[in-house]
């Protein structure tokens, strides 16, 4: 069956340094994915979408990686800061492409 | 409107009644999903809307859920006789979908944090 796998601890980093968040998957060619941000008590919110003929993509100091061969997505953060803390979900195309799957979310804290 | 608005914001309820939650999607959005988080849990996906297409029903848990959409407007997701383990969030979203490789990217509302008592 389809499977996405995220790092169920909390990643834990120093301010101003490169956070990276992994995303692996099973069962699945997406054609893109995406991740989202969720604050506590907020609905997600859309980060970056790669598509899978993309390596890397990148938004300001967001940078996404796309492995189709390693069906693995990584998710970097650079320069952090205490406001990045948030949860961050992987999310690709579902049966049909139309709906998107979630994985259950990596939360990330960035100490002053 | 600017946003994908769902209400109520909050519901408190007994276990055994029916509760009705709404969303108002992005004016425009053909596309509707509802998804459920539990407390510390990932998104569970339950049902997606687009146009006049039949329902992907595919997530919802059991016969007590049921969903309806009126168009490309206000849908509503209905639980009867709820069960404590229906404690959750749920989450609406709605896109605008062009084709399904384009990149569906999705806009989510707050939730209705539903509590059964």
């Known amino acids: 069956s389809q499977k996405i796998e995220q790092n169920s601890e909390a990643l834990n980093i120093q301010e101003g340094k490169t956070a990276t968040l992994t995303c692996n998957y099973t069962?699945?060619?997406?054609?893109?994915l995406q991740w989202y941000r969720q604050d506590p008590g907020r609905g997600p919110v859309f980060l970056l979408l790669i598509r899978e003929n993309e390596k890397e993509k990148r938004k300001e100091r967001l940078k996404v990686t796309f492995d189709t061969t390693l069906k693995q997505s990584l998710f970097h953060i650079t320069a952090s800061q205490p406001a990045d803390s948030a949860t961050y979900l992987c999310a690709l195309p579902g049966t049909g492409f139309q709906k998107l799957v979630f994985g259950t979310g990596t939360r990330l804290l960035v100490s002053p | 409107g600017a946003g994908v608005s769902q209400s109520p914001s909050n519901k408190v309820t007994e276990k055994g009644k029916d509760v009705e939650l709404r969303c108002d999607p992005i004016s425009g959005h053909t596309a509707l999903y509802w998804y459920r988080q539990r407390l510390g849990q990932g998104l569970e996906f339950l049902i997606y809307f687009q146009g006049n297409s039949a329902p992907d029903k595919s997530g919802l848990p059991s016969d007590r859920f049921s969903a309806e959409r009126t168009g490309e407007s206000v849908s509503t997701l209905t639980i009867q006789r709820t069960q404590q383990e229906d404690s959750a969030v749920y989450l609406c979203a709605s896109s605008l979908l062009r084709d399904p490789f384009s990149g569906n990217t999705i806009y989510f509302g707050e939730g209705s944090w539903l509590t059964v008592v």
């Open positions: 069962n699945y060619s997406p054609a893109y």
